[in-house]
């Protein structure tokens, strides 16, 4: 149980453009969706937590108006990252949590701007 | 603010060798800790957690003890297999119910 999946797994796009990362959690009711993003032999950080239904809350630094982040469902979260630009290159993970405080991880998606 | 600090990689272990990676942290309060373990190609899984003080996590042969007073959550196994390498990484969840993690660990075993 408690499976959480990540589409597509590897994006390249060209500079400009804007790239949708989907996270689903597939056998359980994900009340908030976290997005990270993880640069190379670096740890996680964390963007932004969503909560079904509502505006995501971003961390310090983060741009909400290029990381547009949905959480439309109980099992769903888009992040799109908006106007791509190779620094925007990075491996982006998402997590979804049920009940309690463990959090689930997708498998991540890396992007690839060039 | 709350940060988790582990211990620089990559360590690389015989088969059967015993292994701690140490992991300590800064927080308010006493935040749940949570050792993650991610292979390669995959994504993030919970290997094991502890909730307050003095609690034992254990999974798959590993093991971590909460320590307060050295603010510690070492993972330790008797004897590692090659199907351990990954990279492991150290957390705490915030009182905002936010995980922070440390840097990762990236282990090797070699038969």
């Known amino acids: 149980g408690a499976v959480v999946s990540q589409h597509p797994s590897r994006v390249i796009c060209k500079s400009g453009t804007s790239v949708k990362i989907e996270c689903r959690s597939l056998?359980?009711?994900?009340?908030?969706m976290f997005w990270y993003r993880q640069f190379p032999k670096q740890s996680l950080m964390l963007m932004a937590t969503s909560n079904e239904g509502s505006k995501a809350t971003y961390e310090q630094g983060v741009e909400k108006d290029k990381f547009l982040i949905n959480h439309a469902s109980l099992t769903l979260s888009t992040l799109t990252v908006t106007s791509a630009h190779p620094e925007d290159s990075s491996f982006y993970i998402c997590?979804?949590?049920?009940?309690?405080?463990?959090?689930?991880f997708g498998p991540g998606t890396r992007l690839l701007v060039l | 603010g709350d940060s988790v600090t582990q211990m620089e990689g990559p360590v690389t272990l015989s088969e059967e060798a015993f292994l701690t990676i140490n992991c300590t942290y800064t927080a308010t309060g006493y935040p749940s800790l949570f050792w993650y373990v991610q292979y390669p190609g995959e994504g993030l899984q919970l290997l094991l957690k502890?909730?307050?003080?003095?609690d034992k996590g254990s999974n798959k042969g590993f093991e971590a003890t909460y320590r307060k007073e050295t603010t510690s959550f070492h993972l330790e196994k008797g004897s590692v297999q090659v199907s351990d390498s990954a990279v492991y990484f150290c957390?705490?969840?915030?009182?905002?119910?936010?995980?922070?993690f440390g840097q990762g660990t990236r282990l090797t075993i070699n038969p």
């Open positions: 056998d359980f009711q994900a009340t908030t």
């Open positions: 997590s979804a949590r049920g009940e309690g405080e463990t959090q689930y």
């Open positions: 957390a705490l969840l915030t009182w905002a119910q936010k995980l922070v």
């Open positions: 502890a909730t307050k003080a003095d």
